[in-house]
């Protein structure tokens, strides 16, 4: 007996979804920047379904997000509901069980345990494990369908696009340790190791998305402009590998000490982003190892955040080391950002890891910022903290 055939409109949108798809997966594919991947998998993955809150994240190991990024909660909401949500009950038991969960109430599930004051009253609930291998990385999850419901083609979506997104999470994790390892010891090997690694992964990207795009059943010149993207987004990501490796220099913060160390590092941004560093840096290193290492990461980061969100607008940092204290700040006059909002509804590696490594040495961080005021960062280490080298 003939197989019914599927009815035209349901066919279309059905192939537009997939083309959709297929369009997300190559451009998380191309980027390294694991905080801009979370974003394109969490906005794209709330479209296909037509969820109307949905949130992505990546747990810290400690009971907690080390990332967590939502979508259609406004920061007004997001700052009476207070803290981040923590990895337990049914967000726990997608990490921890590592299954798809699809509930019309979510409410009546067995793991289900509290929504906080303020928060949305989510009923119909769609949530997919972000997996790279027999790892679950993290989790998708979404409410308000559009429809009233999730349906089985909404979690096969999502399923597929988390399948994709654990390979471009992987990716952009590894990609950033190895620039963190590659200014420690052996920064020439690692450099030169890293810089193989991810060609050829580049290279597999563009011939993976040259066929992708063959098959896509879409129209031609759609097809051509799509992989023409994705080809200059991997274009991008190799030039950035590229200056990344002729930054680096065989040296070692052990040897060199913390000052050339960070003056190595901003005449790399001055010379890769073309960027508009004053640095003032003391030479005398009154700092154990790790000590040395945490104010460096924390100087490298509070840059990297000035390079790539304040413009082209001068970017300051002074490093003095005191009788009574050694001092980071790292200022810019860029647009600024509003700390307390941004923390609630999009909290990312930046922010999160440097009050963390601050804390692991003693010392005190404090942001400072608003929308058109610009930001900065003081790090503060008192004497009775420091440990002599």
Do not use: C
């Amino acid at each position: 007996m003939a197989k019914p055939s599927i009815p035209s409109p349901v066919r279309g949108e059905r192939t537009r979804r997939l083309a959709a798809l297929n369009e997300a997966a190559l451009a998380i594919a191309g980027d390294l920047d694991l905080d801009r991947v979370l974003e394109k998998i969490l906005k794209t993955a709330a479209r296909l379904v037509g969820a109307r809150y949905g949130a992505i994240g990546i747990p810290d190991g400690r009971g907690g997000f080390g990332r967590f990024l939502t979508v259609g909660i406004s920061e007004q909401r997001a700052d009476r509901i207070g803290a981040l949500p923590r990895v337990h009950g049914v967000l726990g038991a997608l990490v921890s069980k590592g299954k798809p969960i699809r509930a019309r109430d979510i409410r009546r599930h067995p793991d289900f345990s509290w929504y906080p004051e303020d928060h949305p009253e989510m009923v119909e609930f769609l949530g997919v494990p972000i997996r790279h291998g027999d790892v679950v990385l993290g989790n998708l999850f979404f409410s308000g369908a559009r429809g009233g419901i999730f349906t089985a083609e909404d979690q096969r979506l999502v399923e597929m696009l988390a399948a994709h997104a654990g390979v471009a999470i992987t990716t952009a994790q590894l990609y950033a340790d190895a620039q963190q390892l590659a200014t420690l010891e052996e920064r020439g090997r690692v450099a030169r190791e890293l810089h193989d690694a991810v060609s050829q992964t580049l290279f597999s990207l563009m011939y993976e998305a040259r066929a992708a795009a063959d098959r896509a059943q879409t129209d031609p010149k759609a097809s051509a402009a799509h992989l023409a993207q994705v080809q200059q987004q991997a274009a991008g990501a190799l030039e950035e590998m590229r200056n990344l490796v002729l930054a680096l220099q065989p040296k070692s913060l052990e040897r060199d000490g913390l000052a050339t160390t960070l003056r190595d590092h901003v005449d790399g941004l001055r010379r890769i982003h073309q960027a508009a560093i004053e640095a003032r840096i003391d030479n005398g290193d009154r700092l154990a190892p790790d000590q040395q290492l945490a104010v460096l990461r924390i100087a490298q980061e509070a840059l990297h955040n000035a390079v790539k969100h304040a413009g082209a607008v001068p970017i300051r940092l002074d490093l003095r080391h005191g009788s009574d204290a050694t001092r980071l700040v790292v200022s810019d006059e860029g647009s600024g950002f509003d700390v307390k909002t941004m923390a609630r509804t999009r909290r990312t590696v930046g922010l999160h890891a440097m009050r963390d490594r601050a804390h692991a040495i003693g010392a005190s961080l404090t942001i400072e910022s608003q929308q058109g005021g610009g930001s900065v960062i003081r790090l503060t280490l008192p004497a009775r903290r420091r440990r002599s080298t």
